[in-house]
T-cell receptor, first 113, second 113 residues
Framework: AQSVTQPDIHITVSEGASLELRCNYS??????LFWYVQSPGQGLQLLLK??????LVQGIKGFEAEFKRSQSSFNLRKPSVHWSDAAEYFC???????????FGAGTRLTVKP | EAQVTQNPRYLITVTGKKLTVTCSQN?????MSWYRQDPGLGLRQIYY???????DKGDVPEGYKVSRKEKRNFPLILESPSPNQTSLYFC????????????FGPGTRLTVT
């Protein structure tokens, strides 16, 4: 079945530590890939997206993501986490020539002082 | 200020009482979409619209209706709400489809008793 999987429901990291959030997709072709962030009580904000080309994508707030076709993955990374990064993070896909969007279940990030 | 607005922000209603959640955007976006967010399930798309008078079902359309009579507005209608429609609802818009950055509204928390 076609799906977007975020294996980690909740991750806790210390402020200043590095972060990697995992995302895997299961589709016949490579979809458009996105990471969105949802701060508490807010709507979602786009961090970055991948359509084609360079597999390492830079986004806002110091985030980056790497597309790995062989692993059907699009993991989000940040070298040094700040307390303000505490939020829920969603991976999402859109298939080519399709207009609907599928989200993963989300990963909640807690940042320890 | 560019924004997506939703009203009401909070709503408690009873089973079977018709309700409408309004969504409006001031960015002249072609694409608008409704999602519901439930714990552990992420966001699931209900309906989307590529343009005026053009709407399509998303992942979970049952029990919902939409209309797109004007470009800026995309109301979500629950003709006969049921308790399983208790959820957090988000409206979003983008320039030309979900492959473009989507701008999300602040959310509407609906409780159906």
């Amino acid at each position: 079945a076609q799906s977007v999987t975020q294996p980690d429901i909740h991750i806790t990291v210390s402020e200043g530590a590095s972060l990697e959030l995992r995302c895997n997709y299961s589709y016949g072709a490579t979809p458009y890939l996105f990471w969105y962030v949802q701060s508490p009580g807010q709507g979602l904000q786009l961090l970055l997206k991948y359509f084609s080309g360079d597999t390492l994508v830079q986004g806002i707030k110091g985030f980056e993501a790497e597309f790995k076709r062989s692993q059907s993955s699009f993991n989000l990374r940040k070298p040094s986490v700040h307390w303000s990064d505490a939020a829920e993070y969603f991976c999402a896909v859109v298939l080519y020539n399709n207009n609907d969007m599928r989200f993963g279940a989300g990963t909640r990030l807690t940042v320890k002082p | 200020e560019a924004q997506v607005t939703q009203n009401p922000r909070y709503l408690i209603t009873v089973t079977g009482k018709k309700l409408t959640v309004t969504c409006s955007q001031n960015m002249n976006h072609e694409y608008m979409s409704w999602y519901r967010q439930d714990p552990g399930l992420g966001l699931r798309q209900i309906y989307y619209s590529m343009n005026v008078e053009v709407t399509d079902k998303g992942d979970v359309p049952e029990g919902y209706k939409v209309s797109r009579k004007e470009k800026r507005n995309f109301p979500l209608i629950l003709e006969s709400p049921s308790p399983n429609q208790t959820s957090l609802y988000f409206c979003a818009s983008s320039l030309g489809g979900p492959g473009y950055e989507q701008y999300f509204g602040p959310g509407t928390r609906l409780t159906v008793t």
